[in-house]
């Protein structure tokens, strides 16, 4: 069955350092989108993307995020200046068609704990 | 705005039934999903509801009424492996994102 991957599955850094999360979307979806959980919390909607460009992005999703297709299959969120407040859990996901009616489905997360 | 709620936590015992509620307040309203979540894991989906009424797959079955805003995940026949939690979320038709509640985390006992 397909299925949403990401890599790293831990990452720990040091605060003001630049992170890249990666996910590869199962391969005929055409959405893409990244959530974040922080402990204890509800998963967080940060930004959709489709036909290679941001669809939507929420208040979270400031100037220190971005996110990029490089390729055909990846889909990556860089933080540029890690902040304490940004270690979570971050899912990526992608859908078939738009989110609000479909399936999305959900990579297995990467865990980001910034110093 | 948008405004979800549903219990925080919920137990039941073994072979039992339990009713997960959720209640929501949304502009555009465009279908309410269930996923689970086992702790540590990625939310996976359970079930979809755009129209009134019952759908039932399996074990878990979902409620909805628009007019109340208002749905309920079913879970019969409990096994120890459905403890987790379970997220109500939104679709709207001004957005592509999800709405997510907080989360009910349901215990199943021996």
């Known amino acids: 069955e397909p299925e949403v991957t990401q890599t790293p599955s831990h990452q720990v850094t040091q605060m003001g350092q630049e992170v890249i999360l990666r996910c590869v979307p199962i391969s005929n979806h055409l959405y893409f989108y990244w959530y974040r959980q922080i402990l204890g919390q509800k998963v967080e909607f940060l930004v959709s993307?489709?036909?290679?460009?941001?669809?939507?992005k929420s208040e979270i999703f400031d100037d220190q995020f971005s996110v990029e297709r490089p390729d055909g299959s990846n889909f990556t969120l860089k933080i540029r200046s890690t902040k304490l407040e940004d270690s979570a859990m971050y899912f990526c996901?992608?859908?078939?068609?738009?989110?609000?009616?479909?399936?999305?489905?959900f990579g297995p997360g990467t865990r980001l704990t910034v110093l | 705005g948008q405004n979800i709620d549903q219990p925080t936590e919920m137990t039941a015992t073994e072979g039992a039934i339990v009713q997960i509620n959720c209640t929501y307040q949304?502009?555009?309203?465009?279908?309410l999903f269930w996923y689970q979540q086992h702790a540590g894991e990625a939310p996976t989906f359970l079930s979809y509801?755009?129209?009134?009424g019952l759908e039932e797959k399996g074990r878990f079955s979902s409620f909805l009424s628009r007019s109340k805003g208002y749905s309920y995940l079913l879970l019969k026949e409990l096994q120890m492996k459905d403890s987790a939690s379970y997220l109500c979320?939104?679709?709207?038709?001004?957005?592509?994102?999800?709405?997510f509640g907080t989360g009910t985390r349901l215990q199943v006992f021996p």
């Open positions: 509801n755009v129209l009134d």
């Open positions: 996901a992608s859908s078939e068609d738009r989110g609000n009616s479909d399936e999305q489905f």
């Open positions: 949304t502009s555009g309203f465009n279908g």
């Open positions: 979320a939104v679709g709207s038709y001004n957005t592509d994102k999800l709405i």
């Open positions: 993307f489709y036909n290679n460009e941001i669809s939507e």
